[in-house]
């Protein structure tokens, strides 16, 4: 009887012990990517992106013309040049060309980089304002919403986080 009675007293320390455990263990959960897309920084970030990919394409279309109006001028007055004034006049245009298949690639390549060099202090900004709101809050751990299968709204603290930041959000989303 001594024995079963200290298993039972075992057994209940070690569930009221997990339990207090599990209790200062507060687990919540956020949607960065839609903290993200609420901050005003997000949407001056993405007029500014646009902008400059607007820029790129007039870049893009600034080399095509040109190279046409090249294209046109060889074919029009190449009947009047000799051999080596024909052949410098394509390597011009090859030239031209080159330089619109690089402008192309490169013009993604810059794209990727802007839109990184926007986002990056921004989504910064996020997650340490969300892990500040987690310390706040009592939580030990915050999953990325995005990773989850089921999950209670009342440990969603993105409306904590909004509210850190001051950010208002129309009742409808």
Do not use: C, H
């Not at 298993?7 to 339990?19: D, E, G, I």
């Not at 919540?28 to 902008?51: H, R």
């Not at 080159?98 to 990727?112: R, Y």
């Amino acid at each position: 009887m001594n024995i079963k009675f200290s298993m039972l007293l075992s057994l209940s320390f070690f569930l009221v012990n997990r339990n207090q455990l599990q209790a200062q263990n507060k687990i919540g959960y956020i949607s960065i990517q839609e903290l993200v897309y609420t901050m005003p920084e997000f949407k001056t970030a993405t007029t500014n992106l646009n902008d400059y990919e607007k820029a790129l394409v007039q870049q893009g279309q600034d080399n095509q013309a040109e190279f046409s109006r090249q294209d046109s001028i060889f074919k029009i007055d190449s009947l009047k040049w000799n051999e080596s004034v024909k052949e410098v006049k394509r390597r011009e245009l090859n030239v031209i060309s080159l330089k619109m298949i690089n402008f192309n690639q490169e013009a993604q390549q810059l794209m990727n980089k802007k839109e990184q060099d926007l986002l990056a202090p921004i989504q910064a900004k996020a997650l340490e304002t969300a892990k500040a709101v987690a310390k706040e809050n009592g939580y030990s751990y915050v999953l990325s919403k995005e990773q989850l299968i089921a999950f209670p709204v009342t440990d969603d603290i993105l409306p904590l986080v909004l509210k850190k930041l001051n950010i208002i959000v129309p009742p409808n989303k």
